[in-house]
């Protein structure tokens, strides 16, 4: 092994050494988030960013499967995302239908499902809505970790998208409008069935959301890092985790005596 092997194996396992086991969060989303910057930094195009960011999701995939976290989303594409030059747009699609391609193997052995949020009818080139509708159904029945990805993702059309389908149940007659609680209002987002996000990570140091699970971040703990997302390991990870432990959630309550 290499000295440099070692250091980096023994800072990772003083930070694993610091993790509180019970209190580890259930879902992390990840704004990902800094790939053209990382790319100019280096004289690179963007493309080689978002290559080199699709390492860094499957680096955190396995980080998390490692760290038994069941729940991990990320922010792949916005539905904002559509403003860039189609050349970038065209690159990230291809990339996409890629990666699905070549992980889906890997993906089932390693017991994790995937699912896809956002408007997939919408604008999304077809072969890549056909692949995505593949690695849903060919890895719906695995339970180690659920890997969300948001494509297409807006948090105002998700909420849009759920207040249609309720206008029409209401419409017909099946809904009535004073039934409808924060409860229930979860089953009508595209997020049904998986818990509200406990830690949400931005890369690429910005301080905002940018239109990401706005209804399920409500009470999610934010962390934002300097580090560019194709620069984002395991190590990265850690230090989020364990700064998330530091912090009090009060979720609107007092914990002190105060
Ligand atoms: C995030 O990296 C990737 C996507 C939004 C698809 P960016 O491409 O936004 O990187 P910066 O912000 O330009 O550095
Ligand atoms: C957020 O990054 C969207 C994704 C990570 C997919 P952006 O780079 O699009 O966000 P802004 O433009 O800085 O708000
Ligand atoms: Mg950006």
Not at 100 to 123: A, T
Not at 137 to 152: C, G, I, M, S, Y
Not at 218 to 231: H, K, M, N, Q, V
Request: aromatic share 8%; hydrophobic share 40%.
């Amino acid at each position: 092994m290499s000295t440099l092997t070692q250091n980096v194996s023994s800072e990772e396992q003083h930070l694993l050494a610091q993790l509180n086991r019970e209190r580890m969060p259930t879902h992390i989303a990840i704004i990902m988030d800094g790939n053209g910057r990382w790319a100019k930094e280096r004289g690179l195009s963007v493309h080689h960013g978002h290559q080199a960011g699709r390492e860094a999701v499957k680096r955190t995939l396995e980080a998390c499967l490692q760290l038994e976290i069941p729940y991990l989303t990320v922010y792949a594409f916005s539905t904002e995302n559509w403003r860039r030059p189609a050349s970038e747009v065209n690159f990230l699609m291809k990339l996409l239908e890629q990666a699905i391609e070549e992980e889906l193997d890997e993906l089932k052995q390693n017991g994790v499902r995937v699912r896809v949020i956002g408007r997939l009818n919408d604008q999304l080139p077809a072969s890549l809505v056909q692949k995505v509708h593949r690695v849903i159904e060919e890895t719906q029945h695995n339970r180690r970790l659920t890997f969300t990805v948001a494509l297409n993702y807006g948090g105002r059309a998700e909420i849009i998208d759920a207040a249609r389908k309720l206008a029409a149940e209401a419409a017909a007659g099946r809904l009535d409008p004073r039934s409808i609680t924060e409860e229930n209002f979860h089953e009508f987002l595209y997020t049904n069935g998986t818990p509200d996000p406990d830690l949400v990570i931005r890369t690429g140091g910005e301080m905002r959301l940018s239109n990401f699970l706005l209804w399920q971040l409500a009470y999610a703990e934010f962390i934002s890092t300097p580090i560019y997302w194709p620069d984002f390991d395991k190590k990265e990870l850690l230090r989020a985790i364990l700064e998330y432990q530091r912090r009090e959630r009060r979720f609107g309550g007092r914990n002190g005596s105060y």
